[in-house]
């Protein structure tokens, strides 16, 4: 069946660490995003990418990075530089022209 | 700019209640609204969405919702409640209209159904 796996599902950073949280899709989309979810903040956008080799920041895109080297993988990588980084992170992707997103099934970062 | 506004983030109904979440949406171009579900330590799974056509959409789970462009509204509803339906529902719009567009989240409305 196609699908987003998202990977680990759970994970531990230090304090100064990066991190890369994994995202591989065999759906054939375009396009792949990144979300962070606090609790009672609902879904807010770090990175998305529209085609291979090319993305953009969302809203709170400081202290992360992304890259887009193959259309069935958009790893995000959180840096020491974001101070506050334990929450929740989801992938989702979307082929222009559909409508609406598939989600995976989420990371959580904890800083320990 | 598109934007959408959750009513309430927390709503509690007994089992076999009705079930109304409600979503108001912010779009300048016509958009394409969209319900989703999320269960704990889960990803979001699409109830239902509105493209185009007709504005009463059923979606899974006896889920539906009705665009009403005079009330900027897309409120999600199901007769019945089951305890199966604790959940948080995310309505979302697409920041550029159509179906090309980013999707903008409401923050979330959590269901709590009391036995």
């Known amino acids: 069946d196609g699908g987003i796996t998202q990977s680990p599902k759970y994970l531990f950073r230090k304090e100064g660490q990066n991190v890369t949280l994994s995202c591989e899709q065999n759906?054939?989309?375009?396009?792949m995003y990144w979300y962070r979810q606090d609790p009672g903040q609902g879904l807010r956008l770090i990175y998305y990418s529209q085609i291979v080799n090319d993305f953009q920041k969302g809203d709170i895109a400081e202290g992360y990075s992304v890259s887009r080297e193959k259309k069935e993988s958009f790893p995000l990588t959180v840096t020491s530089a974001q101070k506050n980084p334990t929450a929740f992170y989801l992938c989702?992707?979307?082929?222009?022209?559909?409508?609406?997103?598939?989600f995976g099934s989420g990371t959580r970062l904890t800083v320990v | 700019a598109q934007s959408v506004t959750q009513l309430g983030s927390h709503v509690s109904v007994s089992e076999g209640a009705l079930v109304l979440l409600r979503c108001n949406y912010s779009?300048?171009?016509?958009?394409?609204l969209f319900w989703y579900v999320q269960y704990p330590n889960q990803g979001l799974q699409l109830l239902l969405k509105y493209t185009t056509g007709a504005t009463l959409v059923k979606g899974i789970n006896g889920f539906e919702a009705e665009f009403k462009k005079s009330e900027t509204s897309f409120h999600l509803t199901k007769p019945s409640a089951h305890m199966s339906d604790a959940a948080e529902y995310f309505c979302?719009?697409?920041?550029?209209?159509?179906?090309?567009?980013?999707?903008?989240f409401g923050k979330g409305t959590k269901l709590s159904v009391k036995p």
């Open positions: 759906l054939n989309h375009d396009a």
């Open positions: 779009s300048s171009v016509p958009p394409y």
């Open positions: 989702a992707s979307n082929q222009q022209g559909l409508g609406g997103y598939t």
């Open positions: 979302a719009v697409s920041d550029r209209g159509g179906s090309q567009g980013n999707l903008i």
